[in-house]
Structure formats: structure tokens, C-alpha cells
């Protein structure tokens, strides 16, 4: 009797059983925006995008790339698993295909999006101002002919609900174990370069600084143990060539 009561309440109210278990006030273990998903959501391609949202979730959710997105009070969340923990992403920190998703798969659009067309992408431009606007010419203007495949779910974390979900030091283990795709957006890959391993970034780290070093110092040749021997010089190929 009382699933069926609940039943008609929720038709009456127009909200679906998923979009009913989502609660607010919640602190993820990240950054607290107030978003609870205690199940695996339903999510939907955005056609001709390569992101999904959450048709029956009350909130501006997202997937693109390998990563959940929540848009929410007037800030950018991200997250390798759907129910956080989330960690608040900056204007400059989001990739722009989220940016491009039109306004109409925005379930709950903040009051600045009124009046603004719901088959266009929101006017970032205006919200964030003229110095982001400066460092993102063209940002609404892209080739749809080129657009990238979207990255497949995660679908593995269906299994991980209520007293199931990992805690945030046990999620890298299974995400890892159980989902291989490589990100392909720059701005993404950059997202999981800050949840890396302190052992994996430092070795990406130092990878990238032996690149650098050798841009700077093409003569320099690699020896074991990290360090560097200078390679003949021109003054020294001239010394030789001339037996000096």
C-alpha cells in the first residue's frame, strides 16, 4: 500500500523514481555541493556531442571523456565516479565540449540562463567575463563534422551503491581495475593528472622535466641515474676537425 501511495505521488508530481533519490545538503568527502546519487544514473547521449546527461536526475549532470560533470550553483564539479567525491573544476578547467552542451540538458539552470536560447550553449562569455572570453576565442565555434566518439561508461560502478560505494581511497583501485579508457581531451587528462598516484606524478613529472631539459639542451646526452653528460659541441667538432 505504501509503494503505492508513493507511486501516485511521485506521478503527481511529475518526478520519476530515480530523480526522487536524489537528495541535497550532501558533503561528498570532496567539496560539498549538495548533490546525493545514491545509484548509478541513467544516462543519455546529447546527440551530436560527445557527452551524456542525466535525463532523470534534477540537477545539471554530465559525462564526458572518462569523467562526471556537475554544473551547480554557478560552479563545475568533476569526478571519476558518479556520486563524487567531487572536486570543484575552475572556468579555465572545463573542457569546452561541456561548455558547448546546449541549455535545454540543463535541469536545473541557474537564473542567468534566462532568456538565453535552450539549442545554443550557454553565454559563458558573458558569465565569466572579458579576461575568460580573451583566453577562449571562438570556444562556441568548432567543426561538427570532426567531432570526437564519446568515451564509453563506466558502467562497472552499477554494482557500488549505499553501504557498497567505495570510499574515496579505495575508488582509484577499482577504477583502474575496471575501466582502461585513455582521455583524449587535454583539459581532461589534466583533471586525472591531479588524482595521480604520488608515485605516478612524480614520475610524469620528471619525464616531462628530462623533456624540457632536452628542448633546452639538445647536446646533452642521458646517463644512468638521472644525470646528464654535454655532447661534442661545434667549437669542439671544430677543434677535432682540425687536429687540435
Known amino acids: 500500500m505504501r509503494s503505492?501511495?508513493?507511486?501516485i505521488a511521485l506521478a503527481l508530481a511529475g518526478i520519476t523514481p530515480a530523480a526522487a533519490q536524489v537528495s541535497f545538503g550532501f558533503s561528498s568527502g570532496g567539496v560539498s555541493i549538495g548533490v546525493n546519487v545514491p545509484v548509478y544514473p541513467r544516462l543519455v547521449a546529447v546527440p551530436g556531442y560527445p557527452v551524456y546527461y542525466a535525463p532523470d536526475l534534477p540537477t545539471n549532470?554530465?559525462?564526458?571523456?572518462?569523467?562526471?560533470?556537475?554544473?551547480?550553483?554557478?560552479?563545475?564539479y568533476e569526478s571519476?565516479?558518479?556520486n563524487g567525491p567531487w572536486q570543484l573544476a575552475p572556468p579555465d578547467s572545463v573542457p569546452l565540449y561541456i561548455l558547448r552542451v546546449p541549455?535545454?540538458?540543463?535541469h536545473r539552470p541557474p537564473a542567468f540562463f534566462r532568456g538565453w536560447a535552450s539549442n545554443a550553449p550557454p553565454r559563458?562569455?558573458?558569465h565569466w567575463g572579458r579576461d575568460w572570453a580573451e583566453h577562449h576565442r571562438d570556444w562556441d565555434r568548432w567543426d561538427r563534422g570532426r567531432v570526437p566518439a564519446r568515451a564509453p561508461l563506466p558502467t562497472y560502478q552499477r554494482q557500488y551503491q549505499g553501504n557498497r560505494y567505495p570510499r574515496p581511497e579505495q575508488q582509484r583501485a577499482e577504477h583502474e581495475r575496471n575501466y582502461h579508457y585513455q582521455s583524449r581531451d587535454n583539459?581532461?587528462?589534466?583533471?586525472?593528472?591531479?588524482?595521480?598516484?604520488p608515485v605516478q606524478q612524480r614520475e610524469q613529472q620528471r619525464t616531462q622535466r628530462e623533456q624540457q631539459r632536452a628542448e633546452r639542451h639538445p647536446n646533452e646526452q642521458p646517463q644512468?641515474?638521472?644525470s646528464y653528460r654535454h655532447g661534442p659541441t661545434q667549437k669542439d667538432a671544430d677543434r677535432w676537425g682540425s687536429g687540435g
Open 4 to 7: 503505492l501511495v508513493l507511486a
Open 61 to 76: 549532470y554530465f559525462f564526458y571523456d572518462g569523467l562526471y560533470w556537475v554544473f551547480q550553483d554557478g560552479n563545475w
Open 80 to 82: 571519476t565516479w558518479y
Open 103 to 106: 541549455v535545454r540538458y540543463y
Open 124 to 126: 559563458w562569455s558573458e
Open 187 to 197: 583539459v581532461v587528462r589534466q583533471h586525472y593528472g591531479q588524482g595521480q598516484a
Open 224 to 226: 644512468p641515474g638521472g
